[in-house]
């Protein structure tokens, strides 16, 4: 209640936007890698070798008719005898990111009053990231809220602005991948502890639309703790769902055991569809996560 | 009352609440504790997961077990138990309470006095009318003095142990006249005395007697016997049951003239026996220090005894004249005297320059003329010093001319040429037998055997101060033994020789009386009446019932005889009595007193001081099961997983806080870094008044000199302390500023004994008044009162202003005035001796050899010192440059003082420098 009552208040996107800029400050801009559309089996890092629009220098051509010239290299061309050189710009295309953020009941929980809920910790991560892409150039868009991926400090905006009142009334969400390009890359941010179906359909069917991503675990010290003892109910954060037990504290070591199995599940999953994995647990330094993600989009294919 | 063994209950028809506690327990063994709902994302996962087992859904056995022990505790603490309650004594009419004052039952007083109130608010409560007597105060025809109990009450503090026994005719006469209807409680002290069954008998007549008496054994210890170079320590008691071990402490005084506890030996007593000894040996140095023997722990006249001359071994030296004849032992002019002396001195032989040298308490010349210039002198001082110079003439003395002309300086006489010599083969006359002494004559009293006769003597030249030097004269009226005083010491001449040749008196036992009263020797065995007859002696030091030896004032004089013949009683207290030049101890436990339990009939009862106190149990049972309760509401939280594990952390670590024994710990630890750090530098101190903003000035003060003396001299002192007089180790600090506060409260005991060790270890104590001075110390400010009401218990030499030549007017700076806040010349310290003396070429005197312990004053010296870290100044002091100039000079003092404190008088040395000098350029 205190989360909701938090996001109603005005001020909460402009805040929130103030978290995530700070804690995507220390980066560097991000260059995704660009994918290869079409010519896909390219290696290399950066770029699509080839002259474009772009910072990085690509080459030195000999100028001919038609060339502007403001565009001919002074310096280059003294050294020659007789020609006038260009200087040329490798091409670098803008790269497409979708997040899906999970807005179930399920992450809007802090276990103490210190930790930040889950909900809160994954808006401030995706949108650091988010702040990251867009200051490397890339296109960000935001599936739960249809919001397509498009660059510019306009969309930044947008994209802070769904992510501060997006709300969904369900205990569990669905991952969603509408509006996400082909080819394009995804990140998928929530506890996974629903039910597992709707997450492998939806990256049976990225894998199968050619887009790879991130997988991120959010998960509060207690949910790997259960330090629960006594006869005790068990209500989901939704309510729709309880389950009532003489001694928690017998159930932990087998609870624990499941919590594990779901976690090998996902990492199979991402391994086997190309995704990648990593659990974050709230109240450890987000920066770290950030940090992953920042290298698991840069990383090349 | 009901009574369960030794529980009494108030209301014990609550009692059958605990017919209660089985349903109490099927009920709530019945009840599972109420679940907890808990918000939790993870429920997916648990869903299908199912209890392994059902056990919990009913109370664990144990938290049945609190509950009920909770519930027992309240419902018995309800019924009002006591333990060991008082049945009523009961019994009405007038009560006697007779109470044993002797002194073996000084060791539990208080417990008497106790014990005695007790009754009397008892006797108070119940109407009756009573009398609290002491034994030894009784007097045959006394009535007994009955009055309403609580009159009583005021005059028991004036009750106190006598230290000696009452006299059984005057017990058992009292004990005759007794009349009308009565009953009894006696105190008795448990030792046996010969008068008491008569008492006790005289009293059952009356009526009930019931006997308070203490199971504690009494302990008492003998006069102390020299014995074969030891000392034998005596030990009696009255109980012979067990074995037990008793610590006996000699006390005395050490060289310094402090009193100290200088030996101690262990009695052990065998079971079964009443008397128990054993040998101190000590070395004759610190035996004869040896003032008195205590049995530690025990606190009676009878558990002292005072040691006396009879203790102390007197260093004789004898000096005899080169033996020309063969050796005849008989003959030796020493012989006689030797015997005599040998067994209760200690004898020293050699050269006269060499036994001065020893300082002996007697030195014996037997017939020694010759005397060169020398040891003429020595003697002579030796004498003058309190010596005992003892001459004994022979065939030499009366050749020679020693004293013939003139009166010689070591003889007490001027002699007649030659002697004389009566009832001899060439003479006429008969021997001469000695004259009964006079009363004058420090052998008055001593019985003359009739075979003491005298043959040959030296004669004494008639002067106008024969008479009064002669002390010992023959029927004739020649003089025989003749003294002089010489300043402290005296000479003492027998006209005779020391052996058997001239006389007889060497071989009589006369001889060795007359040693015993001049002091040259000093008795072996018990005291005869007769060996004091004709002294007198006064009370020096008295025992009390208590066994304290304190000074007895001034008290008429006793005759010799008594002190000799008599037990001790109300005119003839025990103490050391002291006579001319001998002092003997009259002692509460005589040599052959003996102790004995009082074996009471069957008819009385007897209580002792163990009889169990009455104590109410309501309130630890109620705050029992208060305790289980608030354990049975962490244990059901706990249970049902409404405690956290760092819940249950955090509230263990609050137990652990709130035993006292690791915060104890940690403040030692505490108090033990603080002391590290005040020695690892100088360190300044002041004193906690209790008045914050004192306090704070003082500290900053401290602060201001200390960052002073770090930038100007070598002293580089450390952080500045606050100390408590009370709890902080002081000797760490070599200065304590102590500023006055009216409202300072007063230190403890403790506390000022902490405060007089440091000054007398060298500490400063810098008192400030802070009123300027206008005390004047006299009269006047209320700081000046406060200070002097604080100073008082203080070991504070006497005091003067500081004079201009006071080594702290140039320990560092060269000062005159000691301005703080205030201006004020009014500082004083310790007074110079008054015959310190102009130092030669030196604007100053030769002052006293150490540190001033007090520095005494009221310029509000803290306030002008205070400053922040910053060096700033946190106080005006005057204004403008004269105030910066006063505030200069006030920084100044406190260099000096400091400097004082650390140096001495380092600086007065400077008188020597002329000296150094002028050795130096030779």
Known sequence: MIETARLSDPDAPARLRRDAETLAGPLP???????????????????????????????????????????????????????????????????????????????????????????????????????????????VGLTNMGLPPRAGQLQLMRLTDALARGEDEADYAAPDLRGAPSRSRAVFVSDFLGDMEPVTMALAAAADRGIDGVLLQILDPQEEAFPFDGRTIFESVGGTMRHETLKAGDLRDRYLDRLAERKDQLSTLARRTGWQYDLHRTGTPAPGALLWLYTALERAH | MFMLGPLGFLAPWLLLGLVMLPILWLLLRAVPPAPIRRRFPGVALLLGLTDDETQTDRTPWWLLLLRTIAIAAAIIGFAGPILNPKADAGGTGPLLVLVDDTWAAAQDWNQRIDRIETLLVEATQAGRETAVVAVSDLTPDAAIPFRAAQDWSATLPMLEPKPWMPEAEAVTAWAEELSGGFDTFWLSDGVDQPWRSALLDSLQDRGAVSVFEAARPVVALKPAVFEDGAIRLSAIRNRTGSEAEISVAAHGLDPAGIPRQLATVDIAFAAGEAEASALLSLPAELRNRVTRFEISGARSAGAVTLGDDSLRRREIAIVAARDEREGLQLLSQTHYLEQALEPNADLIHGAISDLVLANPDVIVLADVVSLAGAEAEALEEWTRKGGLLVRFAGPRLAASDLGREAEDVLMPVRLRAGGRTVGGAMSWGEPKALRTFSAESPFFGLPIPEDVTVSSQVMAQPDPTLAERTIATLADGTPLVTRKRLDLGQVVLFHVTANAEWSTLPLSGLFVQMLERLAVSTRLAALEPGDLVGTTWTLDQAVTGFGEVVDAGTTPGIAGERLAGEAPGPELPPGLYAGETRRIALNAVAEDMSLAPVVWPGDVTVEGFAVAEELPLKGALLSLALLALMIDVFATLLLSGRLSRQATAAALVVLAMALPAPRAEAQEELDVERLIAATS?????????????????????????????????????????????????????????????????????????????????????????????????TNGSPNGRKLQQLALPLDIPPLEPIPADHVLTRTFYLLQDFPGRHISRDVWVEAAPADAQQAEGMPFRNLNDNVTPVVIGGNDWATAWASDENGRPLYPVGRGFAGERQREMAYRFGVNLVMHVLTGNYKSDQVHVPALLDRLGQ
């Open chain 1, 29 to 139: 801009p991000l260059l995704a890698a660009a994918e290869h559309l079409a010519s896909s089996v390219m290696p290399g890092q950066h770029g699509r070798r080839r002259v474009g629009q772009g910072d990085e220098f690509w080459q030195y051509r000999p100028s001919h008719a038609g060339d502007e010239a403001r565009a001919i290299d002074w310096r280059r061309s003294a050294r020659s005898d007789d020609a006038l050189f260009v200087r040329e710009k490798e091409w670098q295309a803008a790269q497409s990111v979708s997040l899906w953020l999970d807005m179930g009941r399920s992450m809007d929980f802090a276990s103490t009053r210190n930790l930040p809920t889950k909900a809160d910790e994954a808006r401030r991560l995706s949108l650091a990231l988010c702040v990251l892409l867009v200051r490397g150039g890339e296109r």
């Open chain 2, 681 to 777: 530098e100088v360190t300044l101190a002041h004193v906690v008044t209790g008045d914050a903003a004192v306090d704070e000035a003082a500290q900053a003060g401290m602060q201001g000199l200390s960052q002073v003396l770090f930038r100007r001299t070598s002293i580089e002192p450390g952080e500045p302390v606050a100390v408590n007089l009370e709890t902080d180790e002081l000797s760490v600090y070599p200065f304590l500023y102590w500023p006055i506060t009216e409202q300072q409260p007063r230190p403890s005991e403790e506390a000022y004994e902490k405060l007089n060790l440091y000054l007398r270890t060298g500490g400063l104590i810098l008192f400030d008044t802070r009123d300027a001075g206008t005390a004047g110390f």
